[in-house]
């Protein structure tokens, strides 16, 4: 089966560095994106990996182990700002995709 | 400003009205999107458009009825909804011939159903 899994709540403070992960599990793997959502607002692309390795964009980075099922979003020198919910999502083999129920990053000063 | 833009922003309606949802992207993308977001839930899609074509439909309750009239607009008409289909509904659009990740959403219409 599928299925993909990630925190429902994490806490962090101003200027520090805060990993938000995902796990997932699936037979097809076309890549994993990661969304970001503030309240109230449309999900906003952040990052794609389909190959193993650390991508970097700024603050954010993403990181993917296609062995291991796992990703992680780095964000680093946190602002206020960043307080919004973390939507991870797989591309399965059918070119479908599979989406994680979201982790709100709660930012205090 | 994503480039796709959802009307209303809220909707309440009862059980036995009918109303309609629209969207529109500015961007020139080819396929449009409805997904339903419930509170502490993945997103669920529902239909899939691809140069007007449906091309997706994920067993969605036959109250819901999708309408592409061309690239640019969609529309999700509603008619004899029930409490649970309380939502915020997200249009989305991508670009290119395959399916793409690489999604641009709208900031959703939040529906009530009383």
């Known amino acids: 089966g599928q299925n993909i899994d990630q925190p429902t709540e994490m806490t962090a403070t101003e200027g520090a560095i805060v990993q938000i992960n995902c796990t997932y599990q699936?037979?097809?793997?076309?890549?994993l994106f990661w969304y970001q959502q503030h309240a109230g607002e449309a999900p906003t692309f952040l990052s794609y990996?389909?190959l193993d390795g650390l991508e970097e964009k700024g603050r954010f980075s993403s990181f993917l182990s296609r062995s291991k099922g796992y990703s992680y979003l780095l964000l680093k020198e946190l602002q206020m700002k960043d307080s919004a919910s973390y939507l991870c999502?797989?591309?399965?083999?059918?070119?479908?995709?599979?989406w994680g129920a979201g982790t709100k990053l709660i930012i205090k000063p | 400003e994503t480039g796709v833009t959802q009307t209303p922003r809220h909707l309440v309606m009862g059980m036995t009205n009918k109303k309609s949802l629209k969207c529109e992207q500015h961007?020139?993308?080819?396929?449009m999107y409805w997904y339903k977001q419930s509170a502490k839930k993945p997103l669920e899609l529902m239909f899939v458009?691809?140069?007007?074509?449906?091309?997706e439909n994920n067993s969605v309750p036959s109250r819901f009825s999708p309408e592409c009239p061309n690239s640019s607009h969609l529309f999700l008409h509603l008619h004899t909804l029930q409490p649970e289909d309380s939502a915020l509904y997200l249009c989305?659009?991508?670009?290119?011939?395959?399916?793409?990740?690489?999604?641009?959403f709208g900031e959703g219409s939040r529906l009530t159903v009383l």
């Open positions: 989305a659009s991508s670009q290119g011939e395959k399916v793409t990740g690489e999604l641009f």
């Open positions: 961007l020139g993308h080819n396929a």
């Open positions: 458009y691809n140069f007007k074509e449906q091309t």
């Open positions: 699936t037979s097809g793997f076309n890549g």
């Open positions: 990996n389909v």
């Open positions: 999502a797989f591309m399965d083999s059918n070119y479908q995709l599979i």
